[in-house]
């Protein structure tokens, strides 16, 4: 692994709405001896509304970001958000694989694009490149005790075959590095049921009825908490769970931590360096039976 040719894609919400899966991430990176490193320049993704609009833009916002992180040396980039994973790793694999439209936007954007950039998802920039051993070896206060479901949503696998890391419909890197925390999980049928994204927004009763299974389900079956890699799918499950809690009987508060910040805690970090006050659904009152919050203030 080139250290130096790292680099992280935060899009719209790392550095805004979830400032806490950043600060999270930072203190993983230090962790396990990874340079922590943005991006210069970068611009949005796009998301699923650019792309339902105007795929064209779609593509020439993320042409952009690939040239722009080849232009800064980076080889490797990580891509925390689910939604600017699945645009960045569509148009890497649709310019690669398309030398005319390459070709034609290089030329058009005053941005050329080499296929020098490897576009990766959190989860499989945490499995395959850093590794379960190195991941294993920084656990000072394993999770045992702990029972989780891992929830990848709908989007951080379902990619171009050729782009994928894991398996679609069922995926893995999540709890195998939940297991490597010394944590339990659950095999769960609702890892990949879609959170309703930004209809919380627009259409908020849709999205409350995805989330209200998701969480029932995951309570029914007893698990700590419910953990996650994207900040949307973060966002819905945490922080309106009173509403749908109430709507949907489900009985008690479930956590929704992100990935990091459950490697943070069995790597021993103070909860605060991973910012875990800003979870709306608390994890202390789960936790507090496990190794990792013992004598710790979150």
């Not at 922590?36 to 042409?63: E, P």
């Not at 694009?113 to 395959?128: A, E, G, S």
């Not at 890197?173 to 209809?199: H, P, R």
């Amino acid at each position: 692994m080139e250290k130096d040719n790292i680099a992280l894609y935060p899009g719209c919400s790392l550095e805004t709405s979830s400032s806490h899966y950043l600060k999270s991430l930072r203190t993983v990176f230090s962790v396990l001896g990874i340079p922590f490193r943005i991006m210069d320049g970068w611009n949005c993704c796009g998301a699923t509304s650019v792309k339902s609009i105007d795929y064209d833009l779609n593509l020439q916002l993320n042409h952009k970001n690939l040239a722009l992180a080849e232009e800064q040396g980076i080889k490797e980039l990580v891509v925390p958000c689910a939604s600017c994973y699945h645009r960045l790793a569509d148009a890497e694999y649709t310019l690669n694989k398309d030398e005319k439209l390459r070709t034609e936007l290089n030329g058009k954007n005053d941005f050329t694009y080499k296929r020098q950039v490897k576009v990766r998802n959190i989860l499989d920039f945490f499995v395959n490149v850093v590794g379960l051993d190195l991941i294993s070896k920084n656990v000072k206060k394993p999770l045992s005790g702990l029972t989780v479901a891992c929830y990848y949503g709908c989007l951080n696998t379902r990619v171009p075959p050729e782009q994928s890391f894991d398996t679609g419909e069922y995926p893995m890197t999540m709890d195998m590095i939940v297991k490597a925390l010394g944590a339990n999980v659950i095999d769960w049928s609702y890892k990949t049921d879609c959170c309703g994204a930004s209809l919380f927004i627009t259409v908020n009763s849709i999205a409350e009825k995805l989330v209200g299974k998701i969480l029932k389900d995951a309570g029914l079956r007893r698990v700590d908490c419910v953990t996650v890699s994207c900040p949307m799918c973060q966002t819905n499950l945490d922080t309106k769970q009173k509403t749908i809690r109430s709507k949907n009987s489900i009985e008690r508060p479930l956590p929704v931590p992100f990935i990091t910040q459950l490697m943070g805690l069995a790597f021993g970090c103070n909860p605060k360096d991973l910012g875990l006050n800003k979870n709306f659904v608390p994890l202390k009152s789960i936790l507090s039976s496990c190794s990792v919050v013992k004598n710790e203030d979150e």
